[in-house]
């Protein structure tokens, strides 16, 4: 069963067990409104249905006793019996062709990942190629740094005192 509710609930969830073993989380689901085109302009609030979640379907219906979905399991059942289907997604992971795309899923997956990984790899060992080059100019940058810093003030220095000046 699932842990966890499959669309934004507005209610927090309850899990019961059907007369046939089947665990199912219900809650309180929001539905956007069906709105015609003339009413653009104007806010609509979202409908509500109690929905039933299994590992294997789900079903939703729009009678929502109060108290909903913390009612006592007899009340659960009858509503679930009552509730309809809710088709799976066209793209959905359970349809009949979904067997077969599992193995070369998984493997485009792992694919991936091994790319990912090598392509970490070379940039890591690129990087610590380089370090000994970037830490050289480094050293140079600051060693120029220093000598220009040092030429300047030495020139500063000579004017401020009103000795002759000094050749650059």
């Known amino acids: 069963m699932p842990s966890y509710p499959k669309g934004n609930p507005l209610t927090e969830s309850a899990q019961f067990t059907g007369r046939d073993g089947v665990g199912w989380l219900v809650y309180i689901e929001g539905v956007p409104p069906e709105a015609p085109r003339r009413r653009w302009g104007q806010t609509l609030l979202p409908g509500r249905r109690l929905r039933f979640d299994s590992a294997d379907e789900s079903r939703a219906s729009t009678h929502m006793p109060a108290g909903s979905p913390f009612l006592s399991d007899a009340r659960l059942q009858d509503l679930l019996d009552r509730a309809e289907a809710i088709p799976s997604p066209a793209g959905s992971v359970r349809s009949a062709g979904a067997p077969a795309l599992r193995p070369r899923l ?21 990087w610590r190629l380089g370090a000994d080059r970037r830490r050289a100019l480094r050293y140079r940058s600051r060693r120029l740094v220093s000598a220009a810093a040092d030429r300047l003030l030495t020139w500063v220095a000579a004017i401020l005192s009103g000795r002759p000046r000094l050749r650059p």
């Open 106 to 126: 998984i493997d485009s997956a792992r694919r991936a990942a091994r790319f990912a990984q090598v392509a970490v790899a070379d940039s890591f060992r690129r």
